[in-house]
């Protein structure tokens, strides 16, 4: 067996067959039992390499998925069977696509598959099947037929789409003369001749041609294609191409062409001119009309641009008017368009927003109205000279007659008579005379003055009509009786004319001058008017009581004559210089110990001498009052001057009692804190005796202190009621208090009896209360004391006084009297508030009074106080 | 070593007694009272007399206040530095300036205590010692 070369053979092709197997481009398997060999190809088609399907199920579960058993069973029974016949079965790759392979087998212990991937061929026939069912689609949907022409049999096949717009079916004998048959005859000769050149040039035949169908005899046009194929020698064998059938589209052609051909017809015969433009006023189409008359070729014309053709005083309104046709598609405008020749033509433009090719354009129908426009200017003329000749006619005429003593009628009559009186001739005729339409105020009168007229009188009246409309207007009539032909006949010739406007503007002037009278009349200003020789005509009410003479003797005489002396030759100057200069002077005058300022015009009227006017005022009041406001200003302001000073005065005052409020306040109350201290340290019994005895009299200094505060407080907040106060009798009784108080002094009161005034009774008690404890206090030292109270007489009142003969004090230190807290003494010789004083001047000032003191120091001292006007203010103006 | 001599100017009885109780607390003082600003002014115009070291001013006085007094005092050669300690009820800022102005020890309010006179003495003695020095 061994090196036998069958085995070797055998050996060789196995190995062939095996590297056959591995590259042959083709899938395929080799499956032992449950062993799997699969090629390379197997591995590229189905995605899984050799490692990752190395037995058979492991392959048929990757590519069949669930459905790998069914598989299996199937290919065991395909095996039984001895695979028959190629199945088509379909796998899953690894790339997830599904693909359809026919799987082909062979083999018992050891199967052979192949395993052949029909997706693409599959689908490239799906593709074919679905482009000729297309294919025959478009064709029956573009009535397109297709046919192939065997020349050299003379036979044509055609597609049943072919047929059908030919009109034929397969038993039409389809040869060259049987095409030309069906060809229409007006066009079969051309169409032979064409196919022949085709054929002969070797060109395309390409060509729209009619035919006549044999089924119906209908007409139709179709366009034809075809390409010959030529033999090896050049000739034609072969004809293949398409026929369509284009009868609408034809027809619509052919209609689109009648229609046009009548549009531009119409177009272009238009009477009016016809401009297709674009939004930027470019033409795109303009009418016969249009350029003749604007004297352009139509070349020319469709160059432009409208806006060449408007003149420039016609641009702004042209903008604005295609602004409205783009907002709203229409408007119509008169216009001017220039001709070629510069001249203008009037025109009116209907211009409309119109679709024109996809776009929108301007479509302008322009009318020459240059006739019109002459039209409209002849009739405004007319009108006028119509208007200026009937105002020129404002009188009528007439002529009436009567017979003995009947009434006038009217025989003719002519003019404006019904422009003035509303009615027609024939209307007075009818009446007989005007009188009835005369007014029911002045009819009678007009009747009477007619009918007194004796012949050759004449007369002129004037009276009120009532037109025919009711309103009412004025006729001045003017006439002359004349004797008739007939006996008993009085003919009346007259004219009468319509004298309205003239009484109303007498009317209106009526009215002004009773204005004017009654101004005159009132007026607190002096008016006067003169003439040429400057003498009054007409002066206000007024003069009279500054003249002194009524207005009726005022009136005609001259300055000199009314006025005194030099002041009345002044006015003449002054009067001659405003006439002769013609200008309005203005000067002051001083007249009867008055002032007075006079404006004097000259006035000239067209047809009147001239004249002058003038008005003066009397200034002397006014002066006066402004000096009054003057002086009345000055006071005010010395008074604001005053009063801010007593503010500030006040303020200060104020300022400086809270300082010594605070000043006194804080005194006991230190003076208790060092106590205190003293208290805490000291040991000595009799001496912590005295300081707790001073502590207590600092405690009650503090309680004076507040109390005086509140008193002073309380003073000048009361109110203030004066009545009638005896003060000797406060005095004698305070007098006796003090004398109670200290009984072992010995001091002389003398009170002068029956001290009387008008004032607050309580205010009264505290004034004389401190001032007389004052006396008392300031005496302790005096070897006699000695108090007096008692009244003179000062100048603005009583004056008042409490006079002692005690310790007195140094004038020099007066002022810190009445301030509150201030002492002149020390206050070990004479304890006391310090508040005393200030408490009573405070008194005496809100009774408006004042007080004061005299002293020398040692020699006593006297305090005077007065109760002056109660909190009054000088309001009359100091002279 | 001479005792320090002291001039009080206050009127009131009581606070004199507050005061020199707690001046001669603080030992060898030797002290004189004046009632009033014109008294006061006199005691140091007499030439008998040596200036004392400090001056306790009160500023509220009869006849002439205190403000016064200082700056008389200031005015006059031979008491232009004599220390001056103000000794007042009253804590206008005012017045307080204006002593300032004029030159003093101190701005003290009533009662007089013991460490703000003890530090005013220091302070006059310091200054003596340095003009000896």
């Known amino acids: 067996m061994n090196g036998s070369p069958i085995t070797d053979i055998s050996r060789i092709s196995r190995e062939l067959l095996l590297e056959l197997v591995e590259n042959i481009p083709i899938a395929a398997l080799v499956i032992a039992g449950e062993h799997l060999y699969c090629n390379h190809a197997a591995e590229l088609l189905t995605g899984y390499s050799r490692n990752e399907v190395a037995t058979f199920p492991q392959w048929l579960e990757k590519v069949f998925g669930p459905e790998h058993r069914n598989m299996r069973k199937r290919f065991e029974r395909e095996k039984a069977a001895g695979f028959p016949l190629p199945r088509e079965v379909h796998i899953t790759c690894r790339d997830g696509t599904r693909r359809t392979v026919e799987f082909a087998a062979t083999g018992k212990e050891h199967v052979f598959c192949i395993l052949h991937d029909l997706t693409d061929r599959l689908q490239a026939a799906q593709t074919i099947r679905d482009n000729e069912t297309l294919l025959r689609e478009a064709q029956r949907i573009g009535n ?18 072919m047929d059908r717009i030919f009109g034929i079916d397969d038993a039409y004998p389809k040869t060259f003369a049987s095409w030309q048959d069906l060809v229409h005859p007006d066009c079969r000769d051309d169409m032979s001749r064409y196919f022949s050149s085709s054929l002969a040039e070797h060109r395309w035949f390409d060509m729209e041609y009619r035919i006549v169908r044999p089924c119906d005899g209908v007409e139709r046009w179709v366009y034809g294609t075809g390409e010959f194929t030529h033999d090896a020698g050049g000739r034609p064998v072969r004809m293949i191409g398409t026929i369509q059938d284009i009868t609408d589209r034809k027809e619509t052609e052919r209609r689109l062409h009648v229609s046009e051909t009548k549009y531009r017809d119409l177009f272009d015969e238009a009477t009016d001119a016809i401009f297709i433009l674009e939004l930027d006023g470019r033409f795109i189409d303009v009418n016969r009309t249009a350029y003749t008359r604007l004297g352009y070729t139509k070349q020319e014309l469709l160059s432009l641009n409208i806006r060449q053709l408007d003149p420039p005083e016609y ?15 229409v408007a119509v405008f008169d216009s001017a368009h220039r001709r070629k020749d510069g001249s203008i033509m009037p025109v009116e433009v209907n211009c409309r927003l119109h679709e024109y090719e996809g776009r ?31 105002s020129l006619t404002s009188d009528y005429v007439y002529s009436c007659s009567r017979l003995g003593d009947g009434p006038f ?72 009786c004349e004797r008739g032909s007939l006996p008993e006949e009085l003919l009346l010739y007259g004219t009468a004319r319509d004298i309205t406007k003239r009484k109303v503007v007498e009317e209106e ?71 002769g200069d013609g200008v309005a002077m ?136 004066p009545v009638r106060v005896d003060l000797s009798e406060i005095v004698r009784r305070k007098g006796r208090a003090l004398q109670a108080e200290q009984p072992e002094r010995q001091v002389e009161l003398v009170v002068h009896p029956g001290i009387i ?123 | 070593m001479n005792s320090f001599r002291v001039l009080l100017v206050e009127d009131n009885p009581d606070d004199e007694f507050l005061a020199v109780w707690t001046l001669k607390k603080e030992g060898d003082v030797s002290l004189k009272v004046a009632r009033d600003g014109r008294e006061a002014l006199d ?44 000794l007042t009820s009253s804590e206008d800022r005012g017045d307080k300036e204006i002593c300032r102005d004029y030159g003093i020890l101190a701005f003290l309010s009533k009662p007089l205590r013991r460490d703000d006179l003890r530090r005013a003495i220091t302070a006059v003695s310091n200054e003596t010692r340095d003009e000896v020095c």
Request: hydrophobic share 35%; proline share 4%; glycine share 8%.
């Open chain 2, 43 to 86: 005691l140091l115009r007499s030439s008998g007399e040596p200036l004392p070291d400090l001056v306790i001013l009160d500023l509220r006085l009869p006849k002439i206040d205190g403000i016064e007094v200082l700056r008389r005092i200031r005015e006059e050669e031979t008491t232009r530095r004599l220390p001056v300690l103000v």
């Open chain 1, 144 to 161: 397109l037929g297709i046919y192939e022409y065997d020349l050299a049999h003379d036979r044509w096949t055609s597609s049943r789409e």
């Open chain 1, 360 to 390: 929108q354009v301007y479509f302008s129908v322009i009318r020459d109205i240059t006739e019109r426009k002459r039209a409209e200017q002849l009739l405004r003329e007319s009108e006028e000279r119509y208007r200026r000749f009937s």
């Open chain 1, 757 to 879: 005034a008008s004032a607050d009774p309580g205010l009264m008690e505290i004034c004389l209360e401190n001032l007389l404890s004052n006396a008392y206090k300031f005496t302790t030292q005096a070897e006699s004391p000695r108090i007096e109270f008692g009244s003179s007489r000062g100048p603005d009142g009583p004056v008042y006084y409490v006079r002692d003969n005690g310790a007195g004090f140094d004038m020099t230190y007066s002022d810190m009297l009445y301030a509150p807290f201030q002492r002149l003494h020390q206050h070990r010789e004479f304890p006391g508030s310090g508040i005393g004083l200030a408490t009573v001047k405070r008194a005496v000032e809100r009774h408006g009074g004042r007080i004061w003191a005299e002293s020398k120091v040692g020699e006593g001292a006297t305090f005077y106080f007065t109760l002056g006007g109660i909190g009054s203010w000088p309001i009359q103006p100091k002279a």
């Open chain 1, 586 to 721: 203005e000067l002051e005058e001083q007249f009867d110990g008055r002032t007075f300022k006079t404006i004097k015009f000259p006035i000239s009227l067209a047809g009147h001498p001239p004249m002058m006017a003038g008005i003066t005022i009397d200034l002397t009041d006014l002066k006066e009052a402004q000096q009054a406001v003057v002086v009345l200003n000055e006071h005010l302001e010395r008074l604001v001057s005053e009063r801010t000073t007593a503010l500030e005065k006040t303020n200060e005052e104020l300022a400086s009692f809270c300082y010594t409020v605070s000043h006194e306040l804080r005194a006991p109350i230190a003076r208790i804190q060092g106590f205190c201290t003293v208290l805490a340290e000291e040991g000595d019994e009799r001496r912590r005796g005295f300081i707790r005895e001073r502590l207590t009299h600092a405690s009650r200094q503090l309680q004076g202190v507040v109390d005086a505060i509140l008193m002073l407080s309380r003073l000048s907040r009361v109110e203030l009621v």
């Open chain 1, 315 to 329: 641009a702004k309104l042209v903008s604005r008017r295609l602004q409205r046709v783009r907002d709203r598609g």
């Open chain 1, 509 to 579: 002037l009526r009215e002004v001058d009773t204005i004017f009278s009654m101004f005159l009349e009132h007026s607190p200003i002096y008016v006067f008017f003169k003439d040429e020789h400057l003498r009054a005509t007409r002066v206000s009410r007024n003069f009279e009581a500054l003249l002194g003479r009524p207005v009726n003797e005022i009136v005609g005489r001259s300055m000199g004559e009314l006025f005194p002396g030099d002041f009345g030759r002044k006015i003449e100057a002054d009067d001659r210089k405003v006439m």
């Open chain 1, 409 to 480: 009628r009217v025989r003719w009559i002519a003019g404006a008579v019904e422009r003035i009186t509303g009615y027609s001739q024939d209307e007075i005729m009818a009446r007989g005379c005007w009188l009835p339409f005369v007014h029911r105020d002045d009819r009678k009168r007009v009747g009477d003055n007619l009918l007194s007229l004796a012949p050759e009188e004449s007369l002129i009246d004037e009276f009120r009509l009532v037109r025919k409309d009711g309103s009412v207007c004025w006729i001045q009539e003017a006439c002359s």
